[in-house]
Protein backbone atom coordinates (compact mmCIF):
# COMPACT_ATOMS: atom_id res chain seq x y z
CA UNK A 1 0.00 0.00 0.00
CA UNK A 2 1.71 3.26 -1.01
CA UNK A 3 0.88 6.73 -2.04
CA UNK A 4 3.67 8.35 -4.37
CA UNK A 5 3.84 11.75 -4.97
CA UNK A 6 5.58 13.62 -7.70
CA UNK A 7 5.98 16.87 -9.98
CA UNK A 8 7.70 19.15 -7.96
CA UNK A 9 10.41 21.59 -8.99
CA UNK A 10 11.69 25.03 -8.98
CA UNK A 11 9.89 27.68 -10.33
CA UNK A 12 10.11 30.81 -10.71
CA UNK A 13 7.00 33.47 -9.49
CA UNK A 14 4.35 33.00 -11.89
CA UNK A 15 5.15 29.92 -12.73
CA UNK A 16 3.11 26.83 -13.13
CA UNK A 17 3.49 23.00 -11.80
CA UNK A 18 1.17 20.16 -11.53
CA UNK A 19 1.71 17.70 -8.68
CA UNK A 20 0.81 13.98 -9.11
CA UNK A 21 -0.39 11.05 -6.62
CA UNK A 22 -0.53 7.93 -7.38
CA UNK A 23 -1.80 4.79 -5.44
CA UNK A 24 -0.76 1.14 -5.46
CA UNK A 25 -2.34 -1.56 -3.44
CA UNK A 26 -5.84 0.47 -3.00
CA UNK A 27 -8.37 1.55 -5.11
CA UNK A 28 -7.77 5.60 -4.66
CA UNK A 29 -11.51 6.61 -5.97
CA UNK A 30 -12.78 4.75 -2.21
CA UNK A 31 -10.99 8.28 -0.57
CA UNK A 32 -11.03 11.40 -0.19
CA UNK A 33 -7.55 12.58 -1.49
CA UNK A 34 -5.65 15.67 -0.15
CA UNK A 35 -2.98 17.65 -0.50
CA UNK A 36 -0.86 18.98 2.15
CA UNK A 37 2.33 20.94 2.54
CA UNK A 38 5.15 22.30 5.19
CA UNK A 39 6.90 25.03 4.56
CA UNK A 40 10.52 25.42 6.89
CA UNK A 41 9.65 26.56 10.08
CA UNK A 42 5.71 26.20 10.14
CA UNK A 43 3.14 24.35 10.78
CA UNK A 44 1.47 21.65 8.41
CA UNK A 45 -0.84 23.04 6.18
CA UNK A 46 -4.16 21.54 4.69
CA UNK A 47 -4.08 23.34 0.85
CA UNK A 48 -6.83 21.45 -0.83
CA UNK A 49 -9.18 18.54 -0.80
CA UNK A 50 -11.44 16.16 -3.10
CA UNK A 51 -13.95 13.80 -2.10
CA UNK A 52 -16.32 11.89 -4.18
CA UNK A 53 -18.25 10.34 -1.41
CA UNK A 54 -21.59 12.05 -1.73
CA UNK A 55 -22.17 10.90 -5.43
CA UNK A 56 -20.37 13.92 -6.48
CA UNK A 57 -17.47 16.00 -6.50
CA UNK A 58 -16.80 18.29 -3.52
CA UNK A 59 -13.40 20.53 -3.70
CA UNK A 60 -12.08 22.41 -0.61
CA UNK A 61 -9.04 25.00 -1.21
CA UNK A 62 -6.91 26.70 1.55
CA UNK A 63 -7.84 30.46 1.15
CA UNK A 64 -4.04 30.74 0.09
CA UNK A 65 -4.55 28.99 -2.88
CA UNK A 66 -7.88 29.65 -4.33
CA UNK A 67 -8.19 30.73 -7.46
CA UNK A 68 -4.42 29.90 -8.18
CA UNK A 69 -4.59 25.90 -7.33
CA UNK A 70 -6.79 22.89 -8.75
CA UNK A 71 -7.47 19.40 -7.59
CA UNK A 72 -8.42 16.51 -10.12
CA UNK A 73 -8.53 13.24 -9.97
CA UNK A 74 -8.54 10.26 -12.48
CA UNK A 75 -10.06 7.08 -10.13
CA UNK A 76 -9.03 5.08 -13.44
CA UNK A 77 -5.52 5.20 -12.88
CA UNK A 78 -5.59 5.51 -9.33
CA UNK A 79 -3.74 9.19 -9.75
CA UNK A 80 -4.54 12.88 -8.53
CA UNK A 81 -3.12 15.91 -9.23
CA UNK A 82 -2.63 19.00 -7.99
CA UNK A 83 -2.23 22.22 -10.81
CA UNK A 84 -0.64 25.03 -9.50
CA UNK A 85 -0.46 28.08 -10.84
CA UNK A 86 0.81 31.76 -10.30
CA UNK A 87 2.92 30.65 -7.92
CA UNK A 88 4.19 32.56 -4.73
CA UNK A 89 7.79 32.37 -3.12
CA UNK A 90 5.62 31.54 -0.04
CA UNK A 91 4.27 28.38 -1.79
CA UNK A 92 7.73 27.03 -1.03
CA UNK A 93 7.02 24.06 0.31
CA UNK A 94 7.12 20.32 0.71
CA UNK A 95 3.89 18.93 -0.46
CA UNK A 96 1.96 15.55 0.62
CA UNK A 97 -0.52 13.65 -0.82
CA UNK A 98 -2.79 11.49 1.32
CA UNK A 99 -6.03 9.54 1.36
CA UNK A 100 -8.96 9.12 3.81
CA UNK A 101 -11.95 11.11 4.99
CA UNK A 102 -12.74 13.98 4.70
CA UNK A 103 -14.61 14.77 7.41
CA UNK A 104 -11.12 14.36 9.42
CA UNK A 105 -9.39 16.56 6.58
CA UNK A 106 -8.71 19.38 8.34
CA UNK A 107 -7.01 17.71 11.12
CA UNK A 108 -4.88 16.22 9.04
CA UNK A 109 -5.96 12.83 10.29
CA UNK A 110 -5.97 10.60 6.70
CA UNK A 111 -5.40 6.85 6.58
CA UNK A 112 -2.86 7.20 4.01
CA UNK A 113 0.48 9.52 3.24
CA UNK A 114 2.57 9.15 0.52
CA UNK A 115 6.17 11.26 0.79
CA UNK A 116 6.57 14.39 -0.03
CA UNK A 117 7.60 16.62 -2.96
CA UNK A 118 9.42 19.28 -3.14
CA UNK A 119 8.15 22.82 -4.45
CA UNK A 120 10.58 25.85 -4.38
CA UNK A 121 9.30 29.15 -5.71
CA UNK A 122 12.06 31.58 -6.40
CA UNK A 123 13.51 34.21 -8.25
Known amino acids: VQLQASGGGSVQPGGTLRLSCTAS????????VAWFRRAPGKEREAVSCIDDSDGYSQYFYADSVKGRFTISRDNGVDTAYLGMKFLKPEDTATYYC???????????????WGKGTQVTVSS
Open 25 to 32: GFSLGDYA
Open 98 to 112: AAGDRHTYYSGNMTY
